[in-house]
C-alpha cells in the first residue's frame, strides 16, 4: 500500500514563507513525477508545480519567481518552498505521485490528504 504524507502547512502572513514536505511511503517500485496541486474554497484544483524524476519542472504562472519545488529521490519526498505568499495562495495543497507500486502493471497517480495554507493580508 502506498502512502503521501504531506507537512509543513500553516497560517502565516502576507509576505512571509512556508515550505511544504511530502514524503512517500510503502510498495513502491518506481516514481517518475511529483507535484503539488492547491484547491482554494469555491474554485477548481490546479497544478501548482511539478517535477520529474529527471528534474524537469513546471510552475503555474502564478507561483513563477515565488515557489521553487525540489525532490528528494532517494527518499521519495517532495518539497515546496513558497516565497513572497499573497492572500490568493490560500488553499488546501495536496500532495500527487505518478508512480507505480510494487507488483503493478502501470503508473498511476495518488494523492496525500491535503494540508492548510492560509496566509492572512
Known amino acids: 500500500q502506498v502512502q503521501l504524507v504531506e507537512s509543513g502547512g500553516g497560517l502565516v502572513q502576507a509576505g512571509g514563507s512556508l515550505r511544504l514536505s511530502c514524503a512517500a511511503s510503502?510498495?513502491?517500485?518506481?516514481?517518475?513525477?511529483m507535484g503539488w496541486e492547491r484547491q482554494a474554497p469555491g474554485k477548481q484544483r490546479e497544478l501548482v508545480a511539478r517535477?520529474?524524476?529527471?528534474?524537469?519542472?513546471y510552475y503555474a504562472d502564478s507561483v513563477k519567481g515565488r515557489f521553487t519545488i525540489s525532490r528528494d529521490n532517494a527518499e521519495n519526498t517532495v518539497y515546496l518552498q513558497m516565497n513572497s505568499l499573497k492572500s490568493e495562495d490560500t488553499a488546501v495543497y495536496y500532495c500527487?505521485?505518478?508512480?507505480?507500486?510494487?507488483?503493478?502493471?502501470?503508473?498511476?497517480?495518488?494523492w496525500g490528504q491535503g494540508t492548510q495554507v492560509t496566509v492572512s493580508s
Open positions: 510503502g510498495s513502491i517500485f518506481s516514481i517518475n513525477a
Open positions: 500527487n505521485a505518478d508512480l507505480k507500486s510494487s507488483g503493478a502493471y502501470s503508473y498511476a497517480d495518488y
Open positions: 517535477i520529474t524524476s529527471g528534474g524537469s519542472i
